[in-house]
T-cell receptor, first 114, second 114 residues
Framework: GAGVSQSPSNKVTEKGKDVELRCDPI?????LYWYRQRLGQGLEFLIY????????KSGLPSDRFSAERTGESVSTLTIQRTQQEDSAVYLC????????????FGSGTRLTVV | DAKTTQPNSMESNEEEPVHLPCNHS???????IHWYRQLPSQGPEYVIH???SNVNNRMASLAIAEDRKSSTLILHRATLRDAAVYYC???????????????FGKGTKLSVKP
């Protein structure tokens, strides 16, 4: 597709369950970012992938959060033992180059932990 | 440690120009000025970016002050679809990885009246 695709678009899960969120970046984009946006709040950086380099995980809020990316393709964000405070929209963005180009964001996955 | 300052909200009338201000008095020589917008229930969308010279694209114009301590995003003819939160972000291209990441503040919520 022409844009960044995220799935599922909505996810409701019970507290304590694990969830996996998926991001399909634009083909050829070497950089991929995950952000979190709580209701009415700004975007929080979570993790960054650039090509085959080690990811920058400095924004992950706890060890319950992890992410993987296979080469320059699909990325998955996993949240283990979900808590109610994990409820948010999780946004993925990709870019050709992390320094000079703008990001293209997906529409996000709205996660609700009940 | 927000590096940009924007008004919380602005109002505009449809079909009139809109000037969205951004102050960045501590900007460094290698900071690019990026603008994104976020429409309701969507991920952010890249609008424009620049370093020193004014920039134009199909979406908007970016006017950068000569001392680079402020900039203005100009929507030449606002439409109802332009109602969104507009983010002004500095990005230092001297840093690799997520040190050059986009850090989103609270932005300016633009309302457009018919």
């Amino acid at each position: 597709g022409a844009g960044v695709s995220q799935s599922p678009s909505n996810k409701v899960t019970e507290k304590g369950k694990d969830v996996e969120l998926r991001c399909d970046p634009i083909s050829g984009h070497t950089a991929l970012y995950w952000y979190r946006q709580r209701l009415g709040q700004g975007l929080e950086f979570l993790i960054y992938f650039q090509g085959n380099s080690a990811p920058d995980k400095s924004g992950l809020p706890s060890d319950r959060f992890s992410a993987e990316r296979t080469g320059e393709s699909v990325s998955t964000l996993t949240i283990q033992r979900t808590q109610q405070e994990d409820s948010a929209v999780y946004l993925c963005a990709s870019s050709f180059d992390s320094l000079y180009y703008g990001y293209t964001f997906g529409s996000g996955t709205r996660l609700t932990v009940v | 440690d927000a590096k940009t300052t924007q008004p919380n909200s602005m109002e505009s009338n449809e079909e009139e120009p809109v000037h969205l201000p951004c102050n960045h008095s501590t900007i460094s020589g290698t900071d690019y000025i990026h603008w994104y917008r976020q429409l309701p229930s969507q991920g952010p969308e890249y609008v424009i970016h620049g370093l020193t010279s004014n920039v134009n694209n199909r979406m908007a114009s970016l006017a950068i002050a000569e001392d680079r301590k402020s900039s203005t995003l100009i929507l030449h003819r606002a439409t109802l679809r332009d109602a969104a939160v507009y983010y002004c972000i500095l990005r230092d291209v001297n840093y690799g990885g997520s040190q050059g990441n986009l850090i989103f503040g609270k932005g300016t919520k633009l309302s457009v009246k018919p």
